[in-house]
Nanobody, 115 residues
């Protein structure tokens, strides 16, 4: 199993980013996918999740209305669009999936929101 995130960077407050995660090594279209983030000195938190068929979307209250999770099963990819970015969105963003009782994580992509 391999999860590779990309798309992070430095963005000004109010800006937008689209994060991508490309998966391999497992039947991607059969599994829920999730985005987590971890800010310095804070616990890792669940940002959004999406069901195998693209339904069953859920968002953390902190990003609801500013964030859209989506997936393309033909490309084995899951995306996170974040709009109206705030300094408190600064974190390392990880994509994750769970098979049976095992969690798999990518290496993360850094998002920094600063003027």
């Amino acid at each position: 199993v391999q999860l590779v995130e990309s798309g992070g960077g430095l963005v000004q407050p109010g800006g937008s980013l689209r994060l991508s995660c490309v998966a391999s090594g497992f039947p991607f279209s059969s599994y829920f996918m999730r985005w987590y983030r971890q800010a310095p000195g804070k616990e890792r938190e669940l940002v959004a999740r999406i069901g195998p068929d693209g339904g069953s979307k859920n968002y953390a209250d902190s990003v609801k209305g500013r964030c859209t999770i989506s997936r393309d099963n033909a490309k084995n990819a899951v995306y996170l669009q974040i709009n109206t970015l705030k300094p408190e969105d600064t974190a390392v963003y990880y994509c994750q999936t769970r098979m049976r009782v095992v969690d798999y994580w990518g290496q993360g992509t850094q998002v920094t929101v600063s003027s």
